[in-house]
Protein backbone atom coordinates (compact mmCIF):
# COMPACT_ATOMS: atom_id res chain seq x y z
CA UNK A 1 0.00 0.00 0.00
CA UNK A 2 1.39 3.83 -1.10
CA UNK A 3 -0.05 6.92 -1.49
CA UNK A 4 1.89 10.02 -3.22
CA UNK A 5 4.77 10.29 -0.14
CA UNK A 6 5.04 6.59 1.18
CA UNK A 7 5.40 2.70 0.26
CA UNK A 8 4.12 0.47 3.09
CA UNK A 9 5.36 -2.28 0.99
CA UNK A 10 9.16 -1.52 1.52
CA UNK A 11 9.04 -0.82 4.99
CA UNK A 12 11.26 -3.58 7.05
CA UNK A 13 9.69 -3.68 9.96
CA UNK A 14 6.79 -3.35 12.40
CA UNK A 15 7.23 -0.10 14.39
CA UNK A 16 8.11 1.40 10.77
CA UNK A 17 5.12 0.06 9.26
CA UNK A 18 3.16 1.56 12.15
CA UNK A 19 4.32 5.00 10.99
CA UNK A 20 3.84 4.93 7.99
CA UNK A 21 0.09 3.87 8.38
CA UNK A 22 -0.07 6.99 10.23
CA UNK A 23 1.60 9.10 7.18
CA UNK A 24 -0.61 7.61 4.74
CA UNK A 25 -4.00 8.24 6.74
CA UNK A 26 -2.83 11.86 6.94
CA UNK A 27 -1.38 12.15 3.50
CA UNK A 28 1.83 13.84 4.70
CA UNK A 29 5.41 13.72 3.19
CA UNK A 30 7.27 12.37 6.66
CA UNK A 31 10.98 14.24 4.97
CA UNK A 32 8.74 17.97 4.51
CA UNK A 33 10.13 19.82 7.25
CA UNK A 34 6.65 20.57 8.47
CA UNK A 35 6.35 17.20 9.31
CA UNK A 36 9.50 15.64 10.27
CA UNK A 37 9.43 16.32 13.70
CA UNK A 38 6.15 14.68 14.00
CA UNK A 39 7.96 11.35 12.23
CA UNK A 40 11.48 11.26 12.69
CA UNK A 41 12.50 11.71 16.39
CA UNK A 42 16.58 11.23 16.08
CA UNK A 43 18.02 15.13 16.59
CA UNK A 44 19.16 16.97 13.63
CA UNK A 45 23.22 16.53 13.31
CA UNK A 46 23.83 19.13 11.25
CA UNK A 47 21.84 21.24 8.85
CA UNK A 48 23.09 23.34 5.80
CA UNK A 49 20.76 25.59 3.45
CA UNK A 50 19.72 22.53 2.19
CA UNK A 51 20.18 19.21 3.67
CA UNK A 52 19.77 18.07 7.51
CA UNK A 53 21.47 15.18 8.11
CA UNK A 54 20.35 12.77 11.11
CA UNK A 55 20.25 9.31 12.01
CA UNK A 56 18.24 6.69 10.52
CA UNK A 57 15.47 5.64 13.03
CA UNK A 58 15.13 2.23 11.26
CA UNK A 59 18.72 1.31 10.99
CA UNK A 60 19.61 -1.59 8.74
CA UNK A 61 21.55 -4.64 10.29
CA UNK A 62 25.03 -5.01 11.24
CA UNK A 63 26.36 -1.40 10.87
CA UNK A 64 27.87 1.21 13.34
CA UNK A 65 26.26 4.51 11.51
CA UNK A 66 23.60 4.31 9.36
CA UNK A 67 23.03 8.40 8.78
CA UNK A 68 20.19 10.17 6.55
CA UNK A 69 20.54 13.11 4.41
CA UNK A 70 17.60 15.00 3.52
CA UNK A 71 16.44 17.48 1.20
CA UNK A 72 14.44 20.38 2.50
CA UNK A 73 12.65 21.11 0.06
CA UNK A 74 10.29 18.34 -0.93
CA UNK A 75 11.85 16.56 -5.06
CA UNK A 76 11.55 13.75 -5.68
CA UNK A 77 13.68 12.99 -9.11
CA UNK A 78 17.37 13.50 -8.95
CA UNK A 79 16.67 15.68 -12.05
CA UNK A 80 15.65 17.77 -10.02
CA UNK A 81 18.38 18.64 -8.01
CA UNK A 82 19.79 22.48 -8.39
CA UNK A 83 24.00 22.09 -8.87
CA UNK A 84 24.07 24.04 -5.58
CA UNK A 85 22.18 21.39 -4.27
CA UNK A 86 24.50 18.43 -5.75
CA UNK A 87 27.32 20.42 -4.52
CA UNK A 88 25.80 20.60 -0.78
CA UNK A 89 24.77 16.50 -0.38
CA UNK A 90 28.75 16.04 -0.87
CA UNK A 91 30.46 18.40 1.51
CA UNK A 92 27.74 17.13 4.25
CA UNK A 93 28.45 13.02 2.92
CA UNK A 94 32.34 14.73 3.60
CA UNK A 95 31.12 15.91 6.81
CA UNK A 96 28.99 12.64 7.68
CA UNK A 97 32.43 10.62 7.04
CA UNK A 98 34.38 13.17 9.47
CA UNK A 99 31.77 13.21 11.79
CA UNK A 100 31.30 9.54 12.52
CA UNK A 101 35.44 8.67 12.07
CA UNK A 102 34.22 6.44 9.32
CA UNK A 103 37.26 4.40 8.51
CA UNK A 104 34.83 3.13 4.73
CA UNK A 105 31.44 2.38 3.71
CA UNK A 106 29.17 3.58 1.25
CA UNK A 107 26.16 5.88 0.70
CA UNK A 108 23.41 5.75 -1.88
CA UNK A 109 20.38 7.53 -3.31
CA UNK A 110 17.06 6.30 -4.11
CA UNK A 111 14.60 8.53 -6.58
CA UNK A 112 11.28 8.40 -8.01
CA UNK A 113 8.25 5.60 -8.49
CA UNK A 114 8.88 3.43 -4.93
CA UNK A 115 8.44 0.17 -7.18
CA UNK A 116 11.49 0.83 -9.10
CA UNK A 117 13.55 2.43 -6.45
CA UNK A 118 11.73 0.79 -3.47
CA UNK A 119 12.24 3.31 -0.99
CA UNK A 120 9.95 3.46 1.37
CA UNK A 121 9.28 7.59 1.47
CA UNK A 122 9.80 9.36 -2.06
CA UNK A 123 11.66 12.27 -0.85
CA UNK A 124 15.10 12.68 -1.80
CA UNK A 125 17.71 11.82 0.80
CA UNK A 126 20.59 9.66 0.97
CA UNK A 127 21.96 7.32 3.65
CA UNK A 128 25.47 6.70 4.37
CA UNK A 129 26.04 3.60 5.88
CA UNK A 130 29.10 2.41 7.85
CA UNK A 131 29.34 -1.55 8.31
CA UNK A 132 30.00 -2.93 11.70
CA UNK A 133 32.22 -5.69 10.11
CA UNK A 134 33.97 -6.23 13.77
CA UNK A 135 30.80 -7.97 15.06
CA UNK A 136 31.55 -11.85 15.13
CA UNK A 137 27.74 -11.62 13.78
CA UNK A 138 28.58 -9.54 11.01
CA UNK A 139 26.71 -10.02 7.61
CA UNK A 140 26.92 -7.29 4.51
CA UNK A 141 24.13 -5.36 4.25
CA UNK A 142 22.40 -5.08 1.06
CA UNK A 143 20.64 -2.01 -0.26
CA UNK A 144 17.66 -2.80 -2.46
CA UNK A 145 16.52 -1.14 -5.66
CA UNK A 146 12.94 -2.44 -7.20
CA UNK A 147 9.95 -3.59 -5.07
CA UNK A 148 9.34 -7.27 -4.90
CA UNK A 149 7.19 -8.76 -8.18
CA UNK A 150 4.39 -9.71 -5.52
CA UNK A 151 4.42 -6.61 -3.67
CA UNK A 152 3.88 -4.89 -7.36
CA UNK A 153 1.18 -6.93 -8.37
CA UNK A 154 -0.60 -6.94 -5.16
Not at 21 to 35: G, Q, W
Not at 48 to 54: E, G, P, S
Not at 62 to 77: F, G, W
Not at 103 to 127: C, E, I, K, N, W
Request: proline residues 5%.
Amino acid sequence: MKNQHVDLDNTRNDEQRAVMRDIIEADHCPFCLENLKKYHTPPTIKETKHWLLTSNKWPYKNVRHHLLIILKTHKEMLSELTAEEGTELVEILAFAQKHTNAPGGGFAMRFGDTDYSAGTVAHLHAQFIVPEINDPDFKPTRFKIGKDKVKREA
